[in-house]
């Protein structure tokens, strides 16, 4: 049995700059989670990190690959065990991060954009697109992210050599290709996907190979007409897609194979419905895809051959070109072995000479010609030479920088926002860029998502033609992932940003009130909540409306700040939807309920709290009382006054006591009234408790100690029954004692 290869190990300078590395981000990671984005730490932290970044990176771009439960830098392992490197392969493998390559622009910025993505959970990446489409968005080419999807590698491993020896027969077999709408979801995948196109197409052509070209030019045929007609029936829309992929495909064909196909071009069989599947792949074959077809052409053969030539001038016919594709491809082959050939150089003049017919000797020396297909091959010389001086340089990399990229993006959306006349166009265009706003928001990036929303809101005003397409765009963008991210945002945002966020969700419409009232019912930050109850309560009486639909809510959570957010908005549209609250079973929605209620201020309010209490009974009764009876706001006088002059106090004494007790301490006019009123009021059947109310409410009076108040006992002193009269004088005494 053949034992695996083992990994190499690096040098032990690059292990301790690779382990070093490993700290940097260990220490950037834990001070981007922990801290605010102006902290000094971050700033020290990150610092390291692309110093050590820089270090990896001299001699070029560096690729880390997780293997297991560690971490490889250029296929080499660490000299010894490093728990730094450990923890970050296993940071990477639970974002399904298969590998990461880095270049020297990685900065500081770069590293804290990454960082940030990584300290959230996988859970909530995966729901958000997955690691790799997030970097797409926050990110830019300083990272490049290999994405592992483990579900596809399963299926690979189970059946796609099986399918690929399927389709490969199906190819070979005849002109059509037979082959059921399973397989051939299994060969628009495979097409997708370069190097399992590249691999069928290779082995492809090397099972059609007894035969010589016909027989693999045909097989070639047969799978591009079965593609073809399976796309354009399923999914048209792909089929630009498919042909380029096949037509880099085709940097791989060998000379004859492509001569023999582009021999069939003009012939019936080269057609597939409305459709000539050699003319639309080969008119998509950028000149990198041709030049690689020409060098690996000249690589095999060892030299240029007459197939070569033909397929050559048709795929280029244009004999400037030839030249240009003409230079790539030596570029190409001179990194082959057989550029290492002392005898190259005069090789390739042959193949020059021989794939085109056109000569510049008479103008061009062959030393200056072989200077110039060579200047593409020496990007350093030009660098040794140059004389920029380094804030020069340092600003042309800063130029092409990850912000700056991000800038230019959002420059260019604004731009076009701006200049496109046509409606229909504009909105489309605005849709694409919401489309890219709701990808900011689920990065973070929520000013310059709202900067791009702000700009169509802007445009849709200034031009009445773009408004109903603005106000669609805005509701798309409401119904994404913003209300799902934003409470967090809103903890560390300026009031400028808060105010932009509160403008554009009016824009959006009601249709957001539900999801952010979700959000506002499960966050736990005062400030984030307050201006989310802001923007909620900007709604008005369309607000309401659209709260009140919220009270049957399955989620308490969601029932408790509807309650609270038509409190918020008071009067008394919408008092009898929080009427079946006041018996929910969950006692803080209860609570929200009267407080809603009490805090109304109104009489309609009022009697309907009183009716609930008094026809309540058993723990609902009781969890009513107390929580009215724990309220400390001036703002529930008029309730209690209410309930001291409508109220039977024998069938409720608690709530009655309670409210006198809670006028006296408030105070105000209209307590003052209340309680003149409970002073005068008695049975005579019941002598007892008709005093013990009455001094309640005379000591209550005392205990305002206002000049209404003090009038009132002195008026009760002189007039009235005559135990009005004890009492009041009673509580005058002690007021003057």
Same mark, same amino acid.
């Given at each position: 049995?053949?034992?695996?290869?083992?990994?190499?190990?690096?040098?032990?300078?690059?292990?301790?700059?690779?382990?070093?590395?490993?700290?940097?981000?260990?220490?950037?990671?834990?001070?981007?989670?922990?801290?605010?984005?102006?902290?000094?730490?971050?700033?020290?932290?990150? #610092?390291?990190?692309?110093?050590?970044?820089?270090?990896?990176?001299?001699?070029?771009?560096?690729?880390?690959?997780?293997?297991?439960?560690?971490?490889?830098?250029?296929?080499?392992?660490?000299?010894?065990?490093?728990?730094?490197?450990?923890?970050?392969?296993?940071?990477?493998?639970?974002? /399904?991060?298969?590998?990461?390559?880095?270049?020297?622009?990685?900065?500081?910025?770069?590293?804290?954009?990454?960082?940030?993505?990584?300290?959230?959970?996988?859970?909530?990446?995966?729901? @958000? #697109?997955?690691?790799?489409?997030?970097?797409?968005?926050? !990110?830019?080419?300083?990272?490049?992210?290999?994405?592992?999807?483990? $579900?596809?590698?399963?299926?690979?491993?189970?059946?796609?050599?099986?399918?690929?020896?399927?389709?490969?027969?199906?190819?070979?077999?005849?002109?059509?290709?037979?082959?059921?709408?399973?397989?051939?979801?299994?060969?628009?995948?495979?097409?997708? @996907?370069?190097?399992?196109?590249?691999?069928?197409?290779?082995?492809?052509?090397?099972?059609?190979?007894? #035969? !010589?070209?016909?027989?693999?030019?045909?097989?070639?045929?047969?799978?591009?007409?079965?593609?073809?007609?399976?796309?354009?029936?399923?999914?048209? @829309?792909?089929?630009?897609?498919?042909?380029?992929?096949?037509?880099?495909?085709?940097?791989?064909?060998?000379?004859?194979?492509?001569?023999?196909?582009?021999?069939?071009?003009?012939?019936?069989?080269?057609?597939?419905?409305?459709?000539?599947?050699?003319?639309?792949?080969?008119?998509?074959?950028?000149?990198?895809?041709?030049?690689?077809?020409?060098?690996?052409?000249?690589?095999?053969?060892?030299?240029?051959?007459?197939?070569?030539?033909?397929?050559?001038?048709?795929?280029?016919?244009?004999?400037?070109?030839?030249?240009?594709?003409?230079?790539?491809?030596?570029?190409?082959?001179?990194?082959?072995?057989?550029?290492?050939?002392?005898?190259?150089?005069?090789?390739?003049?042959?193949?020059?000479?021989?794939?085109?017919?056109?000569?510049? &000797?008479?103008?061009?020396?062959?030393?200056?010609?072989? &200077?110039?297909?060579?200047?593409?091959?020496?990007?350093?010389?030009?660098?040794?030479?140059?004389?920029?001086?380094?804030?020069?340089?340092?600003?042309?990399?800063?130029?092409?920088?990850?912000?700056?990229?991000?800038?230019?993006?959002?420059?260019?959306?604004?731009?076009?926002?701006?200049?496109?006349?046509?409606?229909?166009?504009?909105?489309?265009?605005?849709?694409?860029?919401?489309?890219?706003?709701?990808?900011?928001?689920?990065?973070?990036?929520?000013?310059?998502?709202?900067?791009?929303?702000?700009?169509?809101?802007?445009?849709?005003?200034?031009?009445?033609?773009?408004?109903?397409?603005?106000?669609?765009?805005?509701?798309?963008?409401?119904? #994404?992932?913003?209300?799902?991210?934003?409470?967090?945002?809103?903890?560390?945002?300026?009031?400028?940003?808060?105010?932009?966020?509160?403008?554009?969700?009016?824009?959006?419409?009601? $249709?957001?009130?539900?999801?952010?009232?979700?959000?506002?019912?499960?966050?736990?930050?005062?400030?984030?909540?307050?201006?989310?109850?802001?923007?909620?309560?900007?709604?008005?009486?369309?607000?309401?409306?659209?709260?009140?639909?919220?009270?049957?809510?399955?989620?308490?959570?969601?029932?408790? /700040?509807?309650?609270?957010?038509?409190?918020?908005?008071?009067?008394?549209?919408?008092?009898? &939807?929080?009427?079946?609250?006041?018996?929910?079973?969950?006692?803080?929605?209860?609570?929200?309920?009267?407080?809603?209620?009490?805090?109304?201020? /109104?009489?309609?309010?009022?009697?309907?709290?009183?009716?609930?209490?008094?026809?309540?009974?058993?723990?609902?009764?009781?969890?009513?009382?107390?929580?009215?009876?724990?309220?400390?706001?001036?703002?529930?006088?008029?309730?209690?006054?209410?309930?001291?002059?409508?109220?039977?106090?024998?069938?409720?004494?608690?709530?009655?006591? !309670?409210?006198? &007790?809670?006028?006296?301490?408030?105070?105000?006019?209209?307590?003052?009234?209340?309680?003149?009123?409970?002073?005068?009021?008695?049975?005579?059947?019941?002598?007892?408790?008709?005093?013990?109310?009455?001094?309640? $409410?005379?000591?209550?009076?005392?205990?305002?100690?206002?000049?209404? $108040?003090?009038?009132?006992?002195?008026?009760?002193?002189?007039? !009235?029954?005559?135990?009005?009269?004890?009492?009041?004088?009673?509580?005058?005494?002690?007021?003057?004692?």
């Amino acid at each position: 049995m053949t034992e695996p290869a083992k990994t190499p190990t690096l040098s032990p300078d690059a292990s301790a700059a690779f382990a070093e590395f490993a700290r940097a981000c260990k220490a950037a990671a834990r001070a981007v989670a922990l801290y605010p984005g102006s902290h000094p730490a971050i700033g020290v932290s990150l #610092g390291r990190l692309a110093q050590s970044t820089a270090r990896l990176a001299e001699n070029g771009p560096f690729r880390l690959e997780v293997r297991g439960s560690s971490l490889v830098l250029g296929g080499s392992a660490a000299d010894r065990p490093d728990s730094s490197i450990g923890e970050l392969a296993d940071v990477l493998r639970r974002h /399904t991060i298969g590998s990461l390559t880095v270049n020297a622009a990685a900065d500081a910025d770069s590293w804290r954009t990454l960082l940030l993505l990584l300290a959230r959970t996988p859970e909530e990446v995966r729901a @958000d #697109g997955g690691i790799a489409k997030l970097w797409a968005t926050a !990110g830019g080419p300083s990272l490049e992210i290999v994405e592992i999807d483990y $579900a596809e590698v399963l299926r690979e491993k189970e059946g796609e050599a099986a399918t690929i020896d399927q389709i490969i027969a199906a190819a070979l077999a005849g002109p059509q290709l037979e082959l059921d709408d399973s397989t051939f979801e299994a060969l628009v995948r495979i097409v997708n @996907d370069p190097e399992k196109l590249r691999k069928l197409m290779s082995e492809l052509e090397e099972a059609a190979g007894k #035969g !010589g070209a016909e027989p693999k030019a045909a097989a070639i045929m047969s799978l591009l007409h079965g593609l073809v007609e399976y796309v354009s029936r399923t999914t048209p @829309d792909q089929l630009e897609q498919i042909f380029k992929k096949v037509a880099t495909a085709a940097g791989a064909f060998s000379a004859d194979t492509m001569a023999e196909l582009l021999a069939q071009v003009d012939k019936p069989g080269a057609v597939a419905g409305t459709t000539n599947v050699v003319r639309a792949m080969t008119s998509r074959m950028s000149d990198a895809t041709i030049a690689e077809f020409v060098s690996n052409s000249v690589v095999a053969e060892r030299g240029a051959t007459g197939r070569l030539k033909a397929a050559f001038q048709a795929l280029v016919p244009e004999r400037d070109r030839q030249r240009q594709l003409l230079a790539l491809a030596e570029t190409e082959a001179a990194a082959s072995e057989l550029g290492h050939d002392a005898s190259f150089s005069e090789l390739w003049d042959r193949v020059e000479g021989m794939l085109t017919t056109y000569s510049d &000797e008479d103008f061009v020396s062959s030393a200056y010609g072989r &200077e110039l297909s060579n200047a593409r091959s020496r990007p350093v010389e030009v660098e040794q030479i140059s004389d920029d001086p380094p804030e020069r340089v340092a600003a042309w990399v800063g130029s092409v920088s990850d912000a700056a990229l991000h800038s230019l993006d959002d420059r260019l959306l604004l731009d076009l926002l701006v200049i496109e006349q046509d409606p229909l166009r504009w909105r489309d265009m605005a849709q694409t860029v919401i489309g890219h706003a709701d990808d900011l928001i689920r990065v973070g990036h929520f000013e310059r998502a709202w900067q791009l929303a702000d700009s169509i809101l802007g445009e849709g005003e200034r031009v009445p033609e773009r408004n109903p397409h603005a106000r669609a765009a805005l509701e798309q963008l409401g119904r #994404g992932s913003m209300i799902r991210h934003v409470a967090a945002h809103l903890r560390s945002a300026d009031d400028e940003t808060f105010a932009r966020f509160q403008r554009l969700v009016l824009a959006m419409g009601t $249709a957001v009130i539900a999801p952010l009232a979700e959000v506002l019912s499960a966050e736990q930050d005062a400030r984030s909540r307050r201006r989310l109850r802001d923007a909620l309560l900007g709604f008005g009486a369309q607000g309401r409306e659209s709260v009140q639909k919220l009270m049957n809510a399955p989620n308490w959570e969601v029932r408790r /700040t509807a309650a609270f957010l038509l409190r918020e908005f008071g009067g008394s549209e919408g008092l009898k &939807e929080l009427i079946p609250l006041l018996t929910d079973t969950e006692p803080l929605v209860q609570r929200e309920a009267v407080q809603g209620l009490v805090m109304n201020g /109104t009489q309609e309010a009022s009697a309907i709290l009183l009716r609930a209490m008094t026809s309540a009974s058993g723990r609902t009764r009781t969890t009513l009382i107390a929580e009215l009876m724990s309220i400390r706001d001036e703002r529930v006088v008029p309730a209690f006054a209410y309930f001291v002059r409508h109220m039977d106090s024998r069938l409720a004494e608690k709530i009655y006591d !309670g409210a006198v &007790e809670a006028l006296g301490n408030h105070g105000g006019t209209d307590a003052v009234e209340a309680l003149t009123f409970a002073l005068h009021q008695g049975d005579w059947w019941a002598p007892l408790r008709t005093r013990r109310r009455r001094t309640a $409410a005379a000591g209550a009076l005392r205990m305002i100690g206002s000049e209404p $108040a003090l009038e009132a006992l002195r008026a009760a002193s002189t007039r !009235g029954p005559r135990g009005v009269r004890t009492v009041a004088r009673g509580e005058l005494e002690r007021l003057e004692s």
